[in-house]
């Protein structure tokens, strides 16, 4: 059973930062593409960010873009979120997501549907 558990979330004031983690179990970390996901009160489930497994591929939202990173640590089994300059606007619950594809370690995925593991999810409430 895979397991994803997220860290880092809080209340910070615009203009702050947070880290995300995402830690993963088991041994086949390194086969998983990642993927950062976000959904706010009464909206639908957005993408962020994605890696892929073996991290030469990265995308980032264009609303993020230039103040959020993926990145990821294979020898931790974590991908991390780096989010910085934050806007009242990235507040929602964050979820880390991971997948195994066969389609090699340059692929990564923007759709929820080709995830097949999720976290529980972390609030990040970004105030004014």
């Known amino acids: 059973q895979v397991q994803l558990v997220e860290s880092g979330g809080g209340l910070v004031q615009a203009g702050g930062s947070l880290r995300l983690s995402c830690a993963v179990s088991?041994?086949?970390?390194?086969?998983?593409?990642m993927g950062w996901f976000r959904q706010a009160p009464g909206k639908e489930r957005a993408p962020v960010a994605a890696i892929s497994s073996s991290g030469s591929n990265i995308y980032i939202a264009d609303s993020v873009k230039g103040r959020f990173t993926i990145s990821r640590d294979n020898a931790k089994n974590t991908v991390y979120l780096q989010m910085n300059s934050l806007k009242p606007e990235d507040t929602a619950v964050y979820y880390c997501?991971?997948?195994?594809?066969?389609?090699?370690?340059?692929?990564?995925?923007?759709?929820?549907?080709?995830?097949?593991?999720w976290g529980q999810g972390t609030q990040v409430t970004v105030s004014s």
């Open positions: 997501a991971a997948a195994i594809r066969t389609y090699g370690g340059s692929y990564y995925s923007t759709y929820s549907y080709e995830y097949d593991y």
């Open positions: 088991g041994r086949t970390f390194s086969s998983y593409y």
